[in-house]
């Protein structure tokens, strides 16, 4: 996999393998972890614009990014060009340079709304969002996918004009809305994006190893990939993708996942938050079914951090 530094508008990042937004995952303790592996740059989960402007209550704990904020976008959802920029304004994004908005989430609760992959299909609408916060002097990326509805390819005239409208980089999650997060991710169509536009084009979608990142890029001529869960089934594939030294084995990384996690949840939450990432840590490792049980009912982070001192 080719290595490189890219340059994001004002904005250098010392490599092209990224960690994507993930709801629900990328929060801050996974963010600095994968920033501890060697991500160029960590994406926040998708944040609601019009919270920001309005201050949600839930606002500082989803951007929360301690020293890194220079490797962290933050990634804005919401569909009214006026909320988009006031976000982009906002004092919670003051210290972040990169906004990257939100054109592919397939959540009918989003979608209905006009909002995230809805976007796909009101290609004026989704330029007036990109132009209006673009104005407010951040740099802005935008997220796509190939379109809405298998067959669809619309992800180079969504590159092109993501480009004229002023965005600084596009990421291109090679699936449309209607697959969700399964199935191939359409090659052909990240290319036809890549080929389309000057900035950079990050290429995202079914990269759980290193072959598969050798895969997107060989098939895409992509400028870097963005990885998903690949990156929280296993913790250290960006680290082996970046050549990045680090300390820790499985049990020091999840040691470590659950003191970050600490420092931005209640004991309650972090404990119960833990729970979805017990599937990926384990996945494919046998003998471990009685602990999985009771990591998945452990009452706090004491006897997490008991189970997997005893266990991994
Ligand atoms: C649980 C989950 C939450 C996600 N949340 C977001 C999100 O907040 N913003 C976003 O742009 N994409 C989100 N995605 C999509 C991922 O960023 C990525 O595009 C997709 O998973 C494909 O990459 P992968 O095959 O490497 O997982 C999410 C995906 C999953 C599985």
New binding site residues.
Partial sequence: MQLCELTIGNTQVRNNIFL???????DYAIRKLQIDMGAGLT????VSAKGLVFGGKNNNTLIYSGDNKDKTAV?L?GADPYYMRSACESDYLRDFSII?I?M??PVPKVYKNGE?SALLKDIKKAESVVKECVKSGKTITV?I?TGLKYGDDIASEYAKMAENSGAKLI?V?G?VREAY?SGE?DYKAIEKAKHSVKIPVIA?????TESDADKMLEQTGADGV??????IADPFLIARLTNTEHKHDLKSYILEHLTLSSKIYTDHTATVEFRKFVPYYFKGISGVKDLKLALCKANDLQELRELIEKGV
Avoid: S, V, W
Wanted: glycine content about 16%.
């Fill in positions: 994507a937004p993930m709801a629900g995952y990328t994406f926040t989960e998708l990634q959802f990257d939100n592919g989430c995230g997220k996918r990421t999650h699936r997060y991710p995202n979608g079914g990269i759980f963005m990885i998903a869960r690949g990156a």
